[in-house]
């Protein structure tokens, strides 16, 4: 006989319900803390809802900050699918940004936009694969276990940029650790330029971009045939092996396409906002990623919704601190951590009791 | 006297499924019970109701005499009550007395009671004439020691009632006698034995009281002398069992497949297989008997590609199959799936389909690339077509493709490989234990699907560890024992005897 799992919950439970009990109650210990810190968690929810939502230039924030997660989470989630934890999107976001980079300072001063940034998009993915190699190639022929390997990487990457950005992109003179700022030609164009709507934000076609990218990935990784045996491979590696799968072959793509996601996911943080590669750029988009990823269960909508949740949050958090002194910063890393606790590490928390009353209110 | 244990009234749900109604039955104190039913029928959903790993909705539950309330296993144990699993729960790296103690150290220091401890398995060792030795590891052990071992710990903890699940599956005819005679004597010592199994010969070899249950109720309750065989499996179906399928007459064609030399070794030079030559032709079963571990499931996964073979040749047709010049299988079962060979593999769960993907997803899973358009993917009316075609034609119940298939029984799983399997029209067919897992009315099925494919022309190799289904399929039977091909005969010679003692490895004389 099988034991009811809450796995046999309906989807809509799991997919829907289970992420916003454990949403809500991240946001709950959350109020508690800043009830803790003095201030009123009431009030101040209605400052982080004002200003990432409902403030048009704040919503514009938010949706900017989400197109560059939904790269991260796309990253984190293509790997996932394939069974594998890929820990080193940070990584191979910031390898990705010296692609980008290295693209645009060669031909910023020659090239069109319209050639400019598919090619810096380009260098920007396959540095980025080119990060995720490494610890893919060795997974599938070593057995060398990618979240340890991805973990050091990230860590390589961030001593390696280091030592390239300071010896080598640092112009003349300059103090601050980073590369000259780009020509015109590989900004993103502004969404407000259509859109005034958004006011002066940093809200580029690196929304639109990721929304395609979701689409994509939703395509291939449901419909097609590719897709099916990538999911295969994670749920089962003797079954997909039995199917024919080249399981060495599926895990070094599967990274490769993962580090590339994550290398796109410089494309909008620097050419949309700041225009010059600098030092530790990627600020914690990359572990972002891990969050969304796991929060929207790898579903292209779920990664959607999850990204504009911590855009809002990081936007939201921002004012927030501002407006209420007893607030820190810091104070969205924490509300950050406690939602990946609460949808990743104890995903299933509520999943045994909502089963229960499921059952009964069927049965009644 | 008081019985040892009695069922009353006990239901229990899962959902919609009702694994248990309204059960009522006794259990004599010092005697041998045989609960046997199909696969579902609730016998496993009873025993963890009597070993507090489930709780049953309504009904009550008596020991010795007395109500109980059981809720965990603990409490099962403290009450006399032990269980030896199917699946042994022992630690493989560890001594068979460090298995027994675990759990029951009783007390922080463990090296005090250790010699104490061990003088008391001996003493029990002897007592029951169980052969253990308490300071071998595990993993040393053969399959049959290990069971042994699993009934050690039960005595150790005081067991009075004793709960077998299916103790047979994994024993040769001489380790099945042997845990007979422990179970004898266990009996002799004013113990009760709860034997569950599907195996008729084995319920009128020990028991004395038969309960058969059925869609979780109890079809029926016997005394073992009483009955036959006959009568106990039409109750577990509800309808007799027919002996003999019908099939064509034996009329083999050309040989399909060819093996010749084969040889395998693991990466630390044991020889795995060696010198297997077989073939197989057109319209013909060949089963491989053997007990199971003697290199069957190795050569089949040769064969279908998921293993490479350390020397020799294999010819499909007269065509050598790819195996040289690669470091590993990967990808390899695709190419053999294109060549012709179908493949049921052993171990349904592990290989032959991905629990999470939906009924409907694993009819296509290996021959995924056949159902793509131009654009990489999925033709989901053609799939949708194709699979209810699929679950009518081979009866696959609830006739419903987009239930994940973990959901399913595992004869049903099992129809789902095979259709999958069978519609690819493959020139050569790969079996492993078809029916493992399976209930009778599903068998049956199973059965008739693979000799129809026979009388169809193709060549089927089957490995078996049931006699039973050997002698019900085969046209000719391959022992195999140690890696090794230890003798060949054709059906009409069947001889339980022989192919015994030719699966223990005495070689043809």
């Known amino acids: 006989m099988k034991q009811m799992k809450t796995t046999e919950l309906p989807r809509w439970a799991t997919g829907i319900v289970l992420p916003l009990l454990n949403l809500l109650s991240a946001l709950l210990v959350a109020a508690l803390v800043i009830h803790l810190l003095g201030e009123s968690p009431v009030e101040s929810m209605k400052i982080l809802v004002d200003s990432a939502v409902i403030n048009p230039e704040g919503l514009g924030y938010t949706l900017f900050y989400a197109s560059t997660f939904v790269f991260t989470g796309l990253a984190v989630s293509i790997a996932m699918k394939a069974g594998l934890f890929n820990i080193g999107a940070e990584g191979q976001m910031y390898f990705g940004g010296l692609g980008l980079t290295l693209a645009v300072l060669a031909f910023d001063a020659s090239l069109s936009p319209w050639l400019m940034i598919p090619l810096a998009m380009l260098g920007a993915a396959v540095f980025g694969a080119l990060w995720a190699f490494l610890p893919g190639y060795l997974q599938a022929k070593r057995g060398s276990h990618v979240v340890v390997t991805t973990i050091m990487f990230n860590f390589i990457a961030a001593s390696l940029m280091n030592f390239i950005i300071v010896k080598y992109l640092l112009p003349e003179g300059e103090q601050n650790p980073a590369s000259r700022v780009f020509a015109e030609s590989a900004a993103l164009p502004t969404l407000n330029t259509w859109f005034p709507f958004f ?19 939703g395509v291939v990784v449901s419909r097609s045939t590719w897709g099916y045996q990538l999911r295969a491979t994670g749920l089962n590696q003797h079954a997909a092996h039995y199917a024919g799968v080249r399981i060495s072959r599926m895990i070094i793509v599967a990274m490769l396409i993962s580090g590339a996601l994550a290398g796109l996911a410089s494309v909008n943080s620097i050419m949309g906002s700041t ?47 501002l407006e209420k002194p007893n607030i820190p910063v810091e104070t969205f890393i924490f509300i950050q951590g406690l939602i990946i606790l609460f949808c990743g590490a104890m995903e299933n928390l509520y999943g045994p009791a909502l089963l229960k009353l499921i059952n009964a209110t069927r049965k009644g | 006297m008081q019985p040892a244990v009695e069922f009353r009234n006990i239901s229990k749900a899962f959902g919609p499924v009702q694994a248990n109604a309204d059960v009522s039955f006794t259990i004599a104190k010092g005697s041998i019970h045989g609960v046997i039913g199909e696969n579902g029928a609730g016998k496993s959903t009873l025993m963890s109701i009597l070993y507090g790993y489930y709780h049953a909705d309504s009904g009550q539950l008596l020991i010795d005499g007395q109500a109980r309330n059981i809720r965990t296993s603990q409490e099962a144990i403290d009450l006399g009550i032990g269980m030896v699993h199917q699946h042994f729960m022992l630690v493989e790296n560890m001594t068979v007395l460090d298995n027994v103690m675990l759990g029951a150290e009783g007390g922080f220091k463990l090296a005090a009671q250790r010699k104490d401890v061990e003088n008391k398995l001996r003493d029990i060792c002897t007592r029951y004439r169980l052969d253990v030795d308490p300071l071998a590891t595990i993993h040393d052990l053969s399959v049959g020691a290990q069971q042994r071992v699993e009934i050690l710990k039960q005595i150790y903890r005081s067991a009075n009632i004793l709960i077998l699940d299916e103790p047979t599956a994994v024993l040769t005819a001489q380790e099945t006698a042997s845990l007979f005679e422990i179970l004898r004597l266990f009996k002799d010592q004013g113990k009760t034995i709860i034997l569950i199994t599907h195996k008729l010969g084995e319920i009128m070899d020990i028991t004395d009281q038969v309960t058969v249950m059925r869609a979780g109720r109890v079809a029926g309750a016997v005394t073992t002398s009483e009955t036959s065989k ?122 032959g389909v991905i629990k999470d993907y939906s009924v409907m997803q694993n009819t296509v899973f290996g021959y995924e690339s056949r159902v793509k358009n131009r654009w990489g993917l999925f033709d989901f009316d053609a799939i949708a077509k194709r699979c209810a075609h699929l679950l009518q034609a081979f009866d696959v119940r609830p006739n419903n493709p987009d239930l994940r298939i973990g959901l399913l029984s595992g004869g049903n799983q099992q129809k789902v490989v095979i259709a999958r399997e069978v519609s690819a029209q493959p020139k050569l067919m790969l079996v492993g234990q078809p029916t493992r897992g399976v209930d009778i009315g599903t068998i049956e099925a199973i059965h008739t699907q693979l000799l129809r494919l026979r009388d169809e022309g193709v060549a089927i190799l089957l490995v078996s560890t049931e006699l039973e289904e050997v002698r019900a399929l085969a046209d000719r039977i391959v022992v195999m024992s140690g890696g090794r091909v230890t003798g060949e005969l054709p059906i009409d010679e069947f001889d339980t005897t022989r192919i015994g003692l030719l699966m223990g490895g005495m070689h043809k004389s």
């Open chain 1, 199 to 217: 006011g002066d934000t940093p809200l580029n076609i690196g929304f639109p971009i990721a929304i395609i990218a979701l689409v994509i990935y």
């Open chain 1, 275 to 321: 225009h010059y590669l600098s030092l530790n750029f990627p600020a914690g988009a990359g572990f972002i990623g891990i969050a969304i990823a796991l929060m929207g269960r790898q579903h292209p909508v779920g990664i959607f919704l999850s990204s504009v949740l911590f855009g809002a949050l990081i936007q939201g958090g921002f004012d927030l601190s």
């Open chain 2, 230 to 351: 006959e009568q106990l499996a039409s109750m577990m179906v509800g309808r007799p069992i027919e002996g003999n399928l019908p099939r064509q007459p034996f009329n083999p064609g050309a040989p399909v497949l060819k093996v010749s030399n084969l040889q395998l070794q693991d990466a630390s030079k044991v020889q795995l297989l060696a010198d297997i030559n077989l073939s197989v032709r057109a319209g013909e079963i060949v089963a491989l008997a053997g007990v199971s571990g003697n290199g069957q499931s190795e050569l089949m996964e040769i064969l279908a590609g998921m293993r490479l073979p350390t020397s020799g040749q294999v010819e499909l047709e007269g065509k050598a199959l790819p195996y040289t010049g690669r470091s590993n299988a990967d990808g390899l079962p695709s190419t053999f799936r294109q060549l012709g060979i179908g493949h049921v593999p052993e171990d349904r769960l592990r290989d």
